[in-house]
């Protein structure tokens, strides 16, 4: 069904804050992007995109950092579809209405979430209390993450429905 000709960009960071700075760990990180990558790259073409000093996540044919806005918004329109964490990237791409994952741990999808995308929360218990305060103050929580063949079999699924 796949044979590598579908591509597939990866958002898989969000900024940098200070508490990170201090932690090395962003609390809107997912822990599990190497399985997925290692599952998917069989079947697409897998770019990564991000800011300088961000880590590039091995197996993924192409890592593009530092893009415009626009270089952004022509990528979007370019791609089979997307896939990041609750980051800028989604809100992008729902503006050139390209449909995606978003890969949500602490925050709540209902509010920051677009309904044309697949919205993927473990469970609404890891939702932070205050959904509208700062970042930097929330700790990383490796038990809010969905597992990674979750975000696997949303690709697959959501391919598909974008083949038909």
Same mark, same amino acid.
């Given at each position: 069904?796949?044979?590598?000709t579908?591509? &597939?960009?990866?958002?898989?960071?969000s900024?940098? #804050?200070?508490?990170?700075i201090?932690?090395? +760990? !962003?609390? %809107?990180?997912?822990?599990?992007?190497s399985?997925?990558?290692n599952?998917?790259?069989?079947?697409f073409?897998?770019?990564q995109i991000?800011i300088?000093?961000e880590e590039?996540?091995?197996?993924?044919?192409?890592?593009?950092?530092?893009l415009?806005?626009n270089d952004l918004?022509?990528?979007?329109?370019? &791609?089979?579809?997307w896939?990041?964490?609750d980051n #800028?990237?989604?809100?992008?791409?729902?503006? +050139? !209405?390209? %449909?995606?994952?978003?890969?949500?741990?602490?925050?709540?999808?209902?509010?920051?979430?677009?309904?044309?995308?697949?919205?993927?929360?473990?469970d609404?218990?890891?939702?932070?209390e205050?959904?509208?305060?700062h970042?930097?103050?929330?700790?990383y929580?490796?038990?809010?993450?969905?597992e990674?063949?979750v975000?696997?079999?949303?690709?697959?699924?959501?391919?598909?429905e974008?083949k038909?």
């Open positions: 069904m796949f044979n590598r579908e591509q &597939i960009v990866i958002s898989p960071f900024k940098q #804050f200070p508490m990170e201090k932690t090395g +760990v !962003n609390a %809107k990180n997912y822990p599990y992007w399985e997925v990558i599952t998917l790259n069989k079947d073409i897998i770019e991000g300088e000093g590039e996540i091995k197996g993924i044919d192409k890592f593009s950092i530092g415009s806005l918004k022509k990528k979007a329109k370019e &791609i089979t579809t896939i990041a964490v #800028f990237f989604p809100h992008l791409c729902n503006v +050139v !209405n390209i %449909k995606g994952i978003v890969i949500f741990t602490l925050s709540d999808p209902l509010i920051f979430g677009y309904r044309q995308n697949i919205n993927i929360l473990k609404r218990k890891y939702l932070r205050s959904q509208f305060q970042w930097f103050k929330e700790p929580c490796i038990d809010a993450a969905v990674s063949q975000v696997i079999d949303a690709v697959y699924a959501l391919v598909k974008l038909l």
